[in-house]
């Protein structure tokens, strides 16, 4: 069974950064594509960003330019690194273990979610 687990969130001031990391265990990491998702409250969640695992990559407009994602199949980890953050970016952070849709899209696996964790971004 595939278990992922978050960690790296906190209280930051805007403009800070933060380094999401993401562990998959439980299965063969490399063969996965990962997604980033946050949930602010009252909202849906969102993806954040992809990446294949080839390492190809994709954001939504909001963070290009701010977060970076990347893998290191070597540890079964996932990073979010995210520059300039803004109040906006306060959510809870969710990482899925999914794969391509048939457009390269990333498709979530609904057994494949972490636990989440915090983030909050206010002076």
């Known amino acids: 069974q595939v278990q992922v687990v978050e960690s790296g969130g906190g209280l930051v001031q805007p403009g800070g950064s933060l380094r999401l990391s993401c562990v998959v265990s439980?299965?063969?990491?490399?063969?996965?594509?990962m997604g980033w998702y946050r949930q602010a409250p009252g909202k849906h969640r969102e993806l954040v960003a992809s990446i294949t695992h080839r390492g190809q990559t994709d954001y939504t407009d909001s963070v290009k330019g701010r977060f970076t994602i990347s893998r290191d199949n070597a540890k079964n980890t996932v990073y979010l690194q995210m520059d300039s953050l803004k109040p906006e970016d306060t959510a809870d952070y969710y990482c899925?273990?999914?794969?391509?849709?048939?457009?390269?899209?990333?498709?979530?696996?609904?057994?494949?979610w972490g636990q989440g964790t915090q983030v909050t971004v206010s002076s």
């Open positions: 899925n273990a999914g794969q391509l849709g048939h457009v390269g899209e990333f498709v979530p696996s609904p057994d494949n």
């Open positions: 439980g299965s063969i990491f490399s063969v996965y594509a």
